[in-house]
C-alpha cells in the first residue's frame, strides 16, 4: 500500500480547475462554432443576420465560376467590408 502515489487536492481546487478548463474550452472553440453560423444559408437568410454577409458569385482569374455563399463578417466590420468591396469591384472590372 506505500506504493500508491495518491495526490490530494481540495474541492475548492478541483473547482477552479474545472472552472478553468472550461473557460479555456469554450474560448478556443466559440470562434469556430459562430464561423459555422453563417455556413450554407440561402441569400435571404444571409442578409437578415447581423452576424452574416452575402459574397456574390464571381469568376476567379482561372476561369472557375464560383456560386454565391453566405459568411461571417468576422471581427472588423468596417475595414473588411470596404477592402472586400474594392476587391470585387477591380476583379469585376479586370475581367470585362
Known amino acids: 500500500m506505500e ?3 495518491v495526490i490530494k487536492i481540495s ?3 478541483a473547482a477552479y480547475f474545472l472552472t478553468f478548463t472550461m473557460s479555456l474550452t469554450l474560448a478556443l472553440f466559440s470562434q469556430s ?3 459555422v453560423e453563417c455556413k450554407g444559408m440561402e441569400k435571404l437568410a444571409c442578409e ?3 452576424a452574416c454577409t452575402w459574397v456574390n458569385s464571381y469568376k476567379r482569374k482561372d476561369g472557375v465560376q464560383v456560386s454565391g455563399y453566405c459568411r461571417s463578417k468576422g471581427g472588423k466590420k468596417s475595414s473588411s467590408s470596404s477592402s ?3 476587391t470585387s469591384s477591380s476583379t469585376t ?3 470585362n
Open 3 to 5: 506504493d500508491c502515489n
Open 84 to 86: 472586400s468591396s474594392s
Open 93 to 95: 472590372n479586370s475581367s
Open 33 to 35: 462554432l459562430f464561423a
Open 48 to 50: 437578415r443576420q447581423d
Open 11 to 13: 474541492s475548492r481546487s
